[in-house]
């Protein structure tokens, strides 16, 4: 449908030609829309009579377009001329036709503008490509993306701009393509796009729009706008002890440049937390961040995770094949957690990836290249595994470039008062309940307590006690049973030897599985490395309430 406006859009015109047609036929021209109203007119400047509608003298011309009236041209001849013969009804209907094609060029101008203003909002690239393979508009998100200005775009050959564009081939067969994976060279490296074609008037063999987006830019809106609460900062790392201090400290130096950074630590101590503050406050922070466990993945689909795979590379993998945690960390950070329970087999994969910064999927030959930051953790001692052949000394090496070791909670008790605040906040929120006070017989508890579990340890104690707690002050009665039956064989001073012995297997045990890990592997290491059957492991652990 026709704006209503349509001869106001070009309304200079209008007064120039009823301006024409008044002095050509001495007479009153009034052009007016389909509504009656005047647009344009004009007079010889004569007395003219005023004629009526359809009376003797009156000529009119109906503006039409498209089977729409748009308005019609009125002209009244002056007292002393008549306007009559066929010629002049074919010069009205001629400027009418005039109007209606100058109506038609504004509508499709104004289009074209709201359509580019439209493309320009959009944060996919958009190029408009003609039948001779010629790009003829790129909006600005596509600018951006390629890294070029908008002018190196129009009038460029698109195999020209794109060389290594595999839909190329498709322009010659007439076929459309739907989110495709595509790799473009940007500068110095390569970038991955998801690029969709669709033809334009394919029946006349026209042209083709070519839209294409960057994943991790989709990886970084998801990250920063979903509200998943996984961005952390430095500021997000509490604690104020010297210890813990200085190692903020040197991971924001760290934080600033490429290297590849090595985290240890005991199990809960927050070596999460340290990857993503360092991701966040990288040259990297709006790129994605891809964090995977390697010792929660079975071993044959670990590598199908990391590296990928191609389509019918195995039996139940996807057609159209699928992109590994490396491909979707581009121009990112990922994050090995628990890299010592990776394979051997995989840490030759893993090692060529540092090197060379490129990865091959499972079942493929492609070599992919990936721009991406490594950040690997572990709560197992490395350098023991490389003497014992059971981690590679050079993948050690590689991974080892800035070293940065967590200090575990029982080192920085000073810190603990603040973990408290900090999470009676948190789950007095999460669990809508008022604030709540800590005992002194609490708190002192706590700063006694070894934590074998960490950091993760105390924030899961805060949030059983205040399930427990019916009123406003945590008490011993509120804490888990293990933390409380430690505390209450102290308080009462009746630790018999069975409650000490206990205490101290319970305790050589976390420390066990702290180093070596829960998986069966690990515990069969525990149970040769403490001189005892695996049976009898099992049983300790069962007795002793370990999970």
């Not at 809508?432 to 950091?455: A, D, I, M, Q, R």
């Amino acid at each position: 449908m026709f704006p209503l406006s349509g001869l106001k859009s070009i309304q200079p015109l209008v007064k120039e030609i009823a301006a024409a047609i008044a002095s050509c036929f001495d007479a009153e021209v009034k052009i007016v829309d389909h509504a009656g109203k005047v647009i344009g007119e004009s007079s010889c400047g004569k007395e003219t009579a005023d004629l009526p509608d359809g009376a003797n003298g009156l000529k009119q011309a109906a503006i039409m377009l498209n089977d729409r009236f748009l308005g019609e041209i009125r002209i009244s001849p002056g007292n002393s001329f008549k306007i009559s013969g066929r010629g002049v009804e074919q010069y009205l209907n001629h400027l009418s036709c005039l109007l209606a094609a100058q109506v038609a060029a504004a509508l499709a101008a104004k289009q074209v503008r709201d359509l580019t203003a439209l493309l320009e909002t959009i944060d996919q690239g958009t190029l408009m490509v003609n039948p001779a393979g010629v790009v003829d508009y790129g909006n600005s998100a596509a600018a951006r993306l390629l890294g070029l200005d908008r002018g190196d775009l129009v009038g460029r050959s698109l195999a020209q701009l794109w060389p290594e564009l595999k839909a190329l081939k498709d322009f010659q067969t007439g076929r459309e393509s739907v989110s495709r994976e595509e790799l473009y060279r940007r500068g110095d490296r390569w970038v991955h796009f998801i690029v969709t074609v669709r033809l334009i008037e394919a029946e006349q063999g026209g042209g083709r729009v070519l839209s294409f987006w960057d994943p991790s830019e989709a990886c970084y809106l998801t990250n920063h706008t979903a509200g998943t609460g996984l961005r952390f900062t430095f500021a997000d790392i509490i604690g104020r002890s010297e210890i813990i201090q200085q190692v903020k400290e040197r991971a924001m130096r760290v934080a600033a440049g490429n290297s590849t950074v090595l985290i240890t630590g005991e199990s809960g101590t927050g070596k999460g937390v340290f990857a993503r503050a360092i991701h966040s406050a990288s040259p990297r922070a709006r790129g994605p961040f891809v964090s995977i466990n390697c010792g929660a993945i079975p071993e044959n689909l670990l590598e199908s995770e990391l590296f990928g795979y191609e389509k019918g590379a195995f039996t139940g993998a996807l057609k159209e094949g699928k992109a590994g945690k490396f491909e979707l960390a581009d121009s990112g950070t990922i994050f090995l957690d628990e890299i010592g329970e990776m394979p051997p087999h995989l840490q030759v994969k893993l090692l060529h990836v540092l090197q060379n910064r490129e990865v091959e999927r499972v079942g493929g030959t492609r070599k992919v290249p990936v721009d991406i930051r490594i950040i690997a953790a572990s709560n197992r001692d490395l350098d023991k595994m490389m003497q014992e052949r059971k981690f590679r000394k050079d993948l050690y090496f590689r991974l080892g470039v800035i070293p940065l070791h967590i200090p575990p909670l029982r080192e920085r008790k000073e810190d603990i008062p603040l973990f408290v605040e900090h999470c009676l906040k948190k789950y007095a929120q999460k669990l809508n309940k008022p604030p709540l006070t800590v005992s002194p017989e609490v708190t002192e508890l706590f700063l006694k307590y070894h934590w074998p579990g960490n950091v993760r340890e105390l924030e899961n104690a805060i949030e059983y006690a205040m399930n427990m707690c019916s009123g406003n002050n945590l008490s011993m009665a509120n804490l888990p049973p293990r933390i409380y039956s430690e505390a209450e064989a102290e308080i009462d001073g009746q630790s018999t030897l069975k409650i000490l012995v206990q205490d101290y297997e319970r305790r050589i045990f976390e420390q066990y599985l702290q180093r070596f890990g829960a998986s069966s592997n690990a515990k069969n290491e525990i149970a040769q490395v403490l001189g005892i059957s695996r049976a009898t492991l099992y049983r300790k652990l069962a007795e002793l309430g370990i999970k």
